[in-house]
């Protein structure tokens, strides 16, 4: 398929454990986002990487957090020592390049989701 | 830091036309997006407004002003499947896109 595509889709973990959500963008799209949505909540910005920048970490809320891209394609977000407030949808979305001010529409740096992985923590 | 308001909830009748508001405050901007998602589904685009105006694409309009910090997003002719959350949400001077609460339509025969 061409669309972001995310695994596993559903994820049902103990307290303590540590869990990995995996992300593979379209290919070729250059940025790739995580986030977080909590039940009927909006979305949370977690972690967003461009090129082969150094990511942007300021969204993820706790040490306990990590994420890598590899190769500048599939992502992999960590939880480590999961909580039960970490249960949420996590999605990834990826764009095609980094737009400067005023770039017209035309969708070229829209960010595209994927389907999501659903934690539950008990 | 950003700040983004939009109703929790709206509801309203097939064949209706339904307006839902965005209004914004933000440490830059370098355009608003509108994404449509369905219960346990992944946002879906649906518009993007950097310039002030009135983006049409078919049954849905987006508008914005950008000295008002505000935007909306038009339904027309709202159909059952309309049923949805809708989220606004703000790119900064960055690449990084804040998200309003969303606001869960429902629409009524």
């Known amino acids: 398929g061409a669309g972001v595509s995310q695994s596993p889709s559903n994820k049902v973990t103990e307290k303590g454990k540590d869990v990995e959500l995996r992300c593979d963008p379209i290919?070729?799209?250059?940025?790739l986002y995580w986030y977080r949505q909590s039940l009927g909540q909006g979305l949370e910005f977690l972690i967003y990487f461009q090129g082969n920048s150094a990511p942007d970490k300021s969204g993820l809320p706790s040490d306990r957090f990590s994420a890598e891209r590899t190769g500048g394609s599939v992502s992999t977000l960590t939880i480590q020592r999961t909580q039960q407030e970490d249960s949420a949808v996590y999605l990834c979305a990826s764009s095609l390049v980094r737009a400067g001010p005023f770039q017209l529409a035309g969708g070229v740096d829209t960010q595209y989701f994927g389907p999501g992985t659903r934690l539950t923590v008990l | 830091g950003q700040n983004i308001d939009q109703p929790t909830e709206m509801t309203a009748t097939e064949g209706a036309i339904v307006q839902i508001n965005c209004t914004y405050q933000t440490s830059g901007f370098n355009g608003l997006f509108w994404y449509q998602q369905h219960a346990g589904e992944a946002p879906t685009f649906l518009s993007y407004?950097?310039?002030?105006g009135l983006e049409e694409k078919g049954r849905f309009s987006s508008f914005l002003s950008r000295s008002k910090g505000y935007s909306y997003l038009l339904l027309k002719e709202l159909q059952m499947k309309d049923s949805a959350s809708y989220l606004c949400a703000v790119k900064n001077a960055g690449n990084m896109l804040t998200f309003g609460g969303g606001t869960r339509l429902m629409v009524k025969p």
């Open positions: 290919s070729g799209h250059t940025a």
């Open positions: 407004n950097v310039l002030d």
